[in-house]
């Protein structure tokens, strides 16, 4: 039985610019999102989400607690969230949600449970990408897979999300079974589907 990870005790607000100083991507980062924006952004038009534009993990990603993944749902319409996670649960996930900056502060700090993030970029009250930008300087949390779910479809949304450090862009309407393709090549596995 393994003993749960001790919290991030790191007191970061995940929501706001802040003083951490990691550098920026690199310019060859940057090229290498530009170019998968270019391909992704024909695939949304044809298809409805991106599914082609998560990045496969090379090595399968283990659960952290050693039992079931924990997903942490960043989301705030509600019916959205309930569905995700409905589905994410019958699939065989542990799922958290936050809607709003406190709650994603929360849930954040609690980060050493969680194996992935579903992240939102329009928030009421903080912006994905610079949460997204927060995680990549925590030196705890700095690989921790994202993807971002996101209304945001265009060629420049899709390069700022890649550029900022995301694992996979989705973009809403998706359909469920894309969804799950992009979690499923994020973190190496082939888990639940729908």
Known sequence: MSTPAPPIEDEVDFTRPGALTAP????????????EAEVGCPQLQGS????????????TVPPRNARQFVV???????DLGQLLIDVLMNAGF???????RSE???????GAEIDFVLLDIVLP?????QVLRRLREHPELTKLPVIMM????????????????ADG???????ISGLMKAVNLVLGAKLGSV
């Open 72 to 78: 942490l749902i960043v989301e705030d319409d509600g």
């Open 104 to 110: 994603i502060n929360a849930e954040l700090r609690r």
């Open 24 to 35: 920026g991507p690199s310019a060859a980062q940057i090229e290498t999102a530009r170019m």
């Open 150 to 165: 996101t209304g945001r479809a265009g060629a420049g949304d899709v390069l700022a999300g890649l550029a900022a450090g």
């Open 169 to 175: 862009y989705v973009t809403k309407p998706f359909k």
């Open 125 to 129: 009250d903080a912006d994905g990408l």
């Open 94 to 100: 542990e799922v958290r949600w936050a809607s709003n």
């Open 48 to 59: 409805g989400f991106y599914v082609a534009i998560a990045r496969r993990s090379s090595v």
